[in-house]
């Protein structure tokens, strides 16, 4: 991006109250902690042509209707590079914002550690990291937007170690910065674009949609409640199917109500997070976000009804464990006829990720409510079902395996495997008398 707006412009692209925190103050010798030469005359030219006195700018401000510590970085000022001092006012904005019970909202464009500060600098990424897990152990919502550059250990920390990451269009954003990476390498890699699609961050938004995004998230993210989420209601059939056959090939009809049609009609309006933060997506598998249910924040992992790609677990894993920690309750729709179980599934570790969404259910102490909508299809769906909070539509089933596989496990001809259905009692009725799951909404 050539236009590189200040530290400043970007606050009052999102606020229009913006009171700044008192500075820390640091007596800094001559030449900084290493004495490099030249190092005091580069920070009053700094200064000067950016009129601040360090790299960010911290303060807070109403975002839409929530108060919020912002942290913008002034790029102008060294690169956006951190020092001592940053961290100082790292330190004291993320202080600030655990003493108010506010959430952070780091505005990122950094180069990285400054140089003429040498380790010590360095050594102020694990103060930014510390304050960010007080804060996270704190209940309170950290939303990073990543400008143009967002490079080295500020990317890292505040912008790829936020809970929900959103990136202005072309920034460049990546570990490495341009002048460092290898020579051969495609410059394509280190953008939002492509850190979004490697799951690393969670969505491009244009700088005039920004406030708007923003101070959604916001509230969506500040809304705690500790009452379950009610499952939706069907939306397809209503009459139960007289066969596990039956209820089999209503849940495969293409003509079924998907999970999008689900959210839309369960949401009055929803945001997304995406990818599992390991390089890895599963948007034609998994969605997930937050919704506003009734005039409550409500989390949602739904299945789309294809297989689920180990992405797609830890997604739903990263999603819950965000929900659990802020205190909001949970809604998942099951629909898979089972985990991807081709060979590149294995290589990236499906049987540890869906321990891994497993484990996090498990965990959970927000009420996790579920909604089977179409195919159980054995281990894959039920690491999304809740214990003891889980229902299902007519139009769905769900079965320790499906009745194919389970027909040619048991040496049976292909031909057999309605009856083998009717046997698995995999229709809705069957899994209430089972007491697998309650009564049909």
Not at 86 to 102: K, S
Not at 263 to 283: K, M, N
Not at 308 to 317: E, F, I, L, V
Request: aromatic letters at 4%; a neutral charge; proline letters at 9%.
């Amino acid at each position: 991006m050539a236009d590189r707006p200040s530290a400043r412009a970007t606050l009052a692209l999102l606020t229009d109250d913006f009171t700044e925190l008192p500075h820390p103050a640091r007596e800094s010798p001559p030449g900084g902690p290493l004495g490099w030469q030249g190092y005091d005359a580069a920070r009053a030219r700094a200064a000067e042509r950016t009129g601040e006195e360090e790299s960010v700018v911290c303060g807070t401000g109403h975002v839409g209707g929530t108060r919020a510590v912002l942290i913008a970085f002034e790029f102008g000022f060294l690169g956006g590079s951190l020092g001592e001092r940053t961290g100082d006012r790292l330190e004291a904005a993320y202080t600030h914002a655990r003493e108010h019970r506010l959430p952070v909202v780091p505005l990122v464009a950094t180069g990285g550690s400054r140089m003429q500060e040498g380790m010590l600098a360095l050594t102020q990424l694990q103060r930014a990291a510390r304050q960010s897990a007080l804060t996270r152990e704190a209940g309170l919502a950290q939303l990073a937007v990543v400008r143009d550059p967002t490079t080295g250990g500020g990317w890292a920390t505040l912008g790829a170690g936020a809970d929900v990451t959103l990136a202005l269009p072309g920034a460049q954003v990546g570990f490495a910065g341009s002048r460092v990476r290898p020579p051969d390498a495609d410059p394509a890699a280190y953008t939002a674009e492509a850190q979004v699609a490697a799951g690393s961050a969670d969505a491009v938004v244009a700088p005039g949609k920004l406030r708007e995004t923003l101070a959604l998230w916001l509230r969506l993210l500040t809304s705690p409640s500790a009452d379950p989420a009610p499952p939706p209601r069907p939306l397809g059939a209503t009459d139960l199917p007289a066969t596990g056959w039956d209820a089999v090939r209503r849940a495969r009809s293409p003509h079924r109500p998907r999970a999008g049609a689900y959210l839309d009609a369960y949401f009055t309006r929803r945001v997304a997070i995406s990818g599992d933060r390991c390089g890895g997506t599963d948007p034609d598998g998994m969605l997930c976000g937050f919704g506003e249910h009734e005039g409550r924040t409500v989390a949602y992992a739904a299945q789309t009804g294809t297989a689920t790609r180990p992405a797609g677990y830890r997604t739903a894993a990263r999603l819950i464990r965000l929900a659990d920690r802020l205190g909001i309750p949970v809604l998942t729709l099951v629909d898979t006829p089972g985990a991807a179980n081709d060979a590149d599934a294995e290589r990236q570790g499906v049987g540890p990720a869906i321990a891994d969404l497993f484990g996090a259910v498990a965990a959970a102490r927000t009420p996790v409510t579920t909604l089977v909508i179409g195919e159980g299809g054995s281990g894959g769906a039920l690491a999304l079902a809740a214990p003891g909070r889980t229902w299902a539509t007519p139009d769905s089933y769900f079965s320790v395996i499906a009745p194919e596989p389970a027909a040619a496990i048991l040496k049976r001809p292909p031909e057999e495997a309605p009856a083998t259905a009717d046997e698995l009692r995999l229709r809705p009725q069957d899994l209430t008398e089972l007491g697998v799951i309650r009564r049909l909404p």
